[in-house]
């Protein structure tokens, strides 16, 4: 029950909270995705914001050597394990229904560890050939480098996003200094947590119900996050049911603020809406 992080201390001295927020998770799995295939989402998420193009072909091409010393050895365990086990993986990943980037970092040390494979099997195959020193060095060297370069880079680039004041950040001050304590704020997703001071409760999707059921359960502010309503608004011939239901919502709600993410403030477009009791 217990980790060595202390994680999961709460399991035991809050049972209670922990099977509702468990129960509250368990629940998301039955919630439809909206928007590109997982299979293309995960992909796009790998090359642009993990690895970089150059990185992931040099992973294809360890696991494709990988895959001849399956079938011809030596080492076929071993690269049984290195090659099926992220094909599994992702495989796997795509099916599920919450969709997080975290998840792909079990895949991390094995596609590492295939671009490695392609690096190395690059270098001994530029040994084969009567190549200047120099050249091949410099060949080498810039196999390395284009391997190593981009996710660097990637991983700089994403640390300075994250000191940067985001869309939800400006959201979450602008209701705390102009919302009054006590309101009762239905929010998309989790991506913005309340303070205890405020009645907030968070869905999936705002479009699960209409305007006039929120207005009966006594909701006074709606947050909607474009995580959840961007791909309906984007392609509405696609999502019509999706895009009707929003659109209703908001038309019928009164928009009072809305954060539009640009180069310096990043983050999903939020918009905050008031229902008329």
């Not at 209670?16 to 909206?34: E, G, K, S, T």
């Not at 980037?101 to 084969?128: F, N, Q």
């Not at 996003?161 to 985001?166: G, L, N, W």
């Not at 009054?180 to 929010?187: E, H, M, S």
């Amino acid at each position: 029950m217990f980790n060595y992080n202390g994680s999961s201390d709460y399991t035991i001295l809050d049972l209670p909270a922990f099977l509702d927020n468990f129960a509250r998770l368990a629940n998301q799995y039955r919630v439809a995705v909206i928007g590109e295939s997982l299979w293309v989402l995960y992909f796009k998420y790998l090359v642009r914001h993990a690895f970089g193009w150059p990185a992931f072909l040099l992973a294809l091409g360890g696991m494709g050597l990988g895959v001849v010393r399956l079938v011809r050895g030596p080492g076929r365990v071993r690269w049984t394990l290195a090659v099926v086990f992220p094909l599994v993986y992702y495989a796997m990943l795509t099916t599920q229904r919450i969709v997080f980037a975290r998840y792909l970092l079990p895949l991390t040390p094995s596609l590492c560890v295939l671009a490695a494979t392609g690096v190395v099997s690059g270098v001994s195959l530029l040994r084969r050939y009567e190549i200047p020193r120099a050249a091949r060095t410099a060949l080498i060297a810039a196999l390395t480098i284009a391997a190593l370069l981009p996710p660097a880079l990637i991983s700089v680039s994403g640390d300075r996003d994250m000191a940067k004041e985001s869309t939800i950040d400006q959201t979450y001050s602008w209701i705390v200094q102009n919302i009054p304590a006590g309101a009762t704020i239905v929010l998309e997703r989790r991506a913005l947590l309340l303070p205890n001071q405020y009645r907030a409760s968070y869905v999936p999707q705002l479009r699960r119900k209409t305007y006039e059921q929120w207005q009966r359960e006594g909701a006074e502010y709606l947050v909607a996050n474009s995580e959840s309503y961007g791909p309906a608004l984007v392609a509405p011939h696609q999502y019509p049911d999706d895009y009707n239901e929003y659109m209703r919502l908001f038309t019928q709600s009164r928009e009072i603020h809305k954060f539009v993410p640009t180069a310096a403030t990043p983050g999903p477009e939020m918009r905050i809406l008031k229902i008329v009791p």
